[in-house]
């Protein structure tokens, strides 16, 4: 949130300064626009990899302080989960500890992980409705797919970094 914020600031200046500007500054102010974008992109080099078990899945990890904070344990040491099947829709697993939470009312799809009362790690192969702070969202396998992989017991997730 903070660097949207960032970066908002940093166009809207870069828009006052071009506009009392001739077209000369503004090309240098673009390439000087360009550069900031890349040092913000360059700062989140700690990319997560979540495994079910043995298979590696592809996630479109949440930007929210519970991902930044979970993000700053993978780097430490990488984090194995036990999961532990729920409802026939879900597997729930303790993190060992707590993350920063703010949990919306959330509709849930297969493939979505979320952070449940701040200290579980819930990954769907169904759906629910409940409070969760959104975590993540495993994005190379389909519904029938995510339920073979959850659905037949309970598993261990692992998460690490890159």
């Known amino acids: 949130m903070i660097k949207k914020v ?7 200046a870069f ?29 989140e080099t700690t990319e997560m990899k979540l495994f079910i078990g043995e298979e590696k ?3 479109d990890w949440a930007n929210n302080d519970a991902v930044a904070a979970l993000r700053e ?3 430490k040491q990488p984090l194995a989960i036990d999961m532990s099947m729920y409802d026939d829709f879900e597997q729930v697993g303790e993190l060992g500890m707590s993350l920063p939470a ?5 509709t849930t799809k297969a493939g979505d992980i ?4 701040g200290d579980n790690i819930v990954v769907f192969y169904g759906s629910n409705t409940w409070s969760y702070t959104p975590l993540g969202k495993i994005t190379d396998k389909s519904p029938e797919e995510m339920a073979e ?14």
């Open 6 to 12: 960032i970066t908002v600031t940093l166009i809207l």
């Open 15 to 43: 828009a006052l300064f071009a506009a009392g500007c001739g077209a000369t500054e503004q090309a240098e102010g673009q390439s000087t626009e360009q550069t900031v974008s890349e040092s913000e992109t360059q700062g």
């Open 57 to 59: 899945v592809t996630v």
């Open 73 to 75: 344990e993978v780097k």
């Open 102 to 106: 703010e949990d919306e009312q959330i």
């Open 114 to 117: 979320m952070l449940y009362s």
């Open 149 to 162: 992989l959850l659905g037949q017991g309970d598993v261990t997730i692992t998460i690490n970094q890159e």
